[in-house]
């Protein structure tokens, strides 16, 4: 297994923001995984675990662990039926291709990540149509966790709190007529392009809707539109968006995200909660 050194974590997040890893490695199997949870034991490493990074920001004095980026190496599909096992690597632009979940469409991101969060939009959520998770534990041992025993709830399940690796995911899909199929994915990314700042580098959305509103509306309302720290921006295209205009630091956009939740909630009372996740590290 390869160990790249002092490998900068803002290559692998979509907010292009994080210093770098003191171990980094891109396990190509389960097996590998193994191999890699023994090598952080033997050593006394703590690890951390992303996906795409896509909904993450990493610390800007980077990690002193082992990260552990779940990519390409596990990303296989296999199909039957209307159920398909598909690797924790594979992008969620890959897995709307099989039909059934057209409303990720344009959402950035790996499998992994998605289940971990409950990724959704439009209404729709992907832990819906989840059967069973394989993961790992930080001792090596393969678990299969049922859809019923993972606590799926808005924008989040139990294997957030968890020190499970997500290795593979079995979806049971809808699976579609083609030209139906792509012509929702059409409309989604069309929604997207028109609402989503897409030209900077981002996260995605900062914060979860509140019960019958939108983070979005409220952090409009509140004023910050626009608001900036460094490099750090709340967008102008979608105010729950922060952006990175080229040099934007964690610190910037921690401290941004502070100024919203305390600029909403003195004017709504409202205290909005993160969507996007800093980095845990755990020790095995």
Not at 32 to 39: A, D, G, H, Q, R
Not at 58 to 64: E, K, L, M, N
Not at 76 to 103: C, H, I, P, Q, T
Not at 262 to 283: D, W
């Amino acid at each position: 297994m390869k160990y790249l050194r002092n490998e900068p974590l803002s290559r692998h997040t979509s907010f292009k923001i994080g210093g770098p890893a003191n171990y980094f490695c891109l396990p190509k199997s389960i097996g590998n995984i193994k191999e890699v949870l023994s090598f952080a034991r033997q050593n006394k490493l703590k690890i951390a675990v992303i996906g795409a990074g896509s909904n993450l920001l990493a610390p800007d004095q980077g990690f002193s662990g082992l990260v552990i980026k779940i990519g390409q190496g596990l990303a296989w599909v296999k199909a039957k039926g209307d159920r398909v096992s598909v690797g924790a690597g594979v992008g969620l632009a890959r897995l709307v291709k099989l039909g059934g979940l057209e409303f990720l469409a344009g959402i950035p991101g790996s499998v992994g990540g998605a289940v971990v969060m409950n990724a959704g939009a439009w209404g729709e959520e992907i832990g819906k149509y989840v059967e069973q998770v394989t993961v790992l534990d930080g001792a090596g041992r393969v678990k299969e966790i049922k859809r019923k025993n993972l606590g799926f709830a808005y924008r989040k399940s139990k294997l957030q709190k968890s020190r499970f690796i997500v290795a593979e995911v079995v979806f049971k899909l809808d699976r579609i007529r083609q030209r139906v199929k792509q012509e929702k994915i059409k409309e989604y990314l069309a929604k997207r392009r028109a609402r989503h700042p897409l030209d900077r580098p981002s996260c995605g959305s900062v914060f979860k809707n509140p019960r019958g509103l939108t983070a979005g509306a409220l952090i409009e309302a509140a004023g910050c539109q626009g608001k900036r720290i460094g490099d750090a921006q709340v967008s102008k295209k979608h105010a729950n968006f922060i952006v990175n205009l080229g040099g934007a630091k964690a610190a910037d956009v921690i401290k941004l995200i502070s100024i919203v939740q305390k600029a909403v909630n003195n004017k709504f009372k409202v205290l909005l909660e993160p969507e996007l996740k800093t980095m845990v590290q755990s020790k095995l």
